[in-house]
């Protein structure tokens, strides 16, 4: 089935989302993603009804104004992104460059909108005084309005109502949960990028800190998931996590790499998953029960 995916994001798990999914309880009150970018994971779960609550998060607030106009009034947020993509025909280039300062002086979300389906790689990135810098993509104009509504509306369908919508830092969203959520995290690539890493609003994830926040949702029996390392063929990246966090790790065949390919190189690049052992028990698997549950020659288990 073909998932909606309104908002264009770099580091979207929508291609995997897939993969993730049968790591989810079939059942949970809350989902919840401390680190929602375009939410892939929540859409996904949404549309396989997995959860009667979902809380989207993101340190980034006009991206989480985008989210609340996206759910609330999907007619608004269609109408003014199929206004600016008819605007710009003729005068695609200059036009960009005045929706960018736009967005830079009122943080308006529908031109956040337009900038994220037009910009290099769908990928935000800021200057040091917090404006956002990313260049046009002049190869493309930006997705059809026409297609950009039905998922807006199919979107709004799967949210309203059951989305809590916040922009707060991961800590403060994860210290709510209970025991019968269940948090999906995906935080910025470290290793990768470091703290500083531009393509976000914040300055990263520290790891430390991430590792104390971690500890505590172990202490506190709460179920998670965590999208978090990776490697491609032998290069790996990411901070190893403590052993003592007792973390099921499982790694999901994310196809090609594009830059390797550009360079000739064909590897595979793998994203790592690790499960809280609470969640292991909730879900009631073994390593051998997960193989046969999940069937797919694009997980390799490797519990750790
Ligand atoms: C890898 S992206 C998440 C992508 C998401 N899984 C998706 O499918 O689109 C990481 C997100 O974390 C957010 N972020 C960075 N630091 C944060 C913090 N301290 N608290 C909450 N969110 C943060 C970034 O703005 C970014 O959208």
């Given at each position: ?6 908002i264009?994001y ?28 375009s939410a ?19 340190i ?6 985008l989210?609340?106009?996206i ?6 947020i ?6 600016l993509?008819?605007?710009?025909q003729?005068?695609e280039r200059?036009?960009?460059?005045q ?15 337009y ?10 990135r800021?200057?040091?005084?917090g ?7 002049n ?7 026409d297609q ?13 109502g059951?989305?809590?919508i916040?922009?707060?830092d991961?800590r ?23 703290t ?11 790891f430390?800190e991430?590792?104390?926040a ?6 506190r029996?709460?179920s ?5 390392d ?14 003592e ?7 999901i ?5 594009t ?13 790592a ?13 073994t ?5 046969r ?12």
């Amino acid at each position: 089935m073909k998932l909606p995916h309104p908002i264009p994001y770099q580091g979207s798990k929508r291609n995997i989302a897939k993969f993730i999914l049968p790591f989810f309880p079939r059942q949970m009150e809350t989902l919840i993603e401390p680190f929602a970018g375009s939410a892939a994971i929540s859409i996904a779960a949404a549309c396989a009804g997995k959860a009667s609550r979902f809380h989207l998060n993101d340190i980034n607030k006009p991206l989480m104004t985008l989210w609340r106009s996206i759910i609330n009034h999907p007619e608004e947020i269609a109408d003014g992104y199929e206004r600016l993509w008819v605007e710009q025909q003729g005068r695609e280039r200059r036009y960009y460059d005045q929706i960018r300062d736009l967005f830079n002086k009122t943080q308006e979300p529908q031109y956040l909108f337009y900038l994220l389906a037009r910009c290099v790689k769908a990928s935000i990135r800021y200057n040091a005084k917090g404006e956002f810098n990313q260049s046009p993509d002049n190869r493309r104009l930006g997705r059809n309005p026409d297609q950009m509504k039905e998922d807006i509306f199919a979107v709004s369908n799967l949210f309203h109502g059951r989305a809590k919508i916040t922009s707060v830092d991961y800590r403060d969203v994860i210290d709510s949960a209970t025991k019968d959520d269940l948090v999906y995290m995906d935080p910025p690539y470290q290793g990768v990028c470091g703290t500083d890493d531009p393509r976000y609003y914040s300055n990263g994830v520290k790891f430390e800190e991430f590792i104390l926040a971690l500890e505590s949702l172990v202490r506190r029996r709460i179920s998670f998931v965590l999208s978090y390392d990776g490697r491609t063929g032998t290069k790996t990246y990411g901070k190893q996590l403590p052993r003592e966090l007792g973390l099921g790790r499982i790694e999901i065949n994310a196809g090609r790499s594009t830059q390797l390919t550009l360079l000739g190189k064909s590897e595979n690049t793998f994203e790592a998953i690790y499960l809280s052992s609470d969640l292991m028990n909730r879900l009631e698997i073994t390593e051998k029960e997960l193989a046969r549950q999940v069937g797919s020659k694009a997980i390799q288990l490797a519990f750790a």
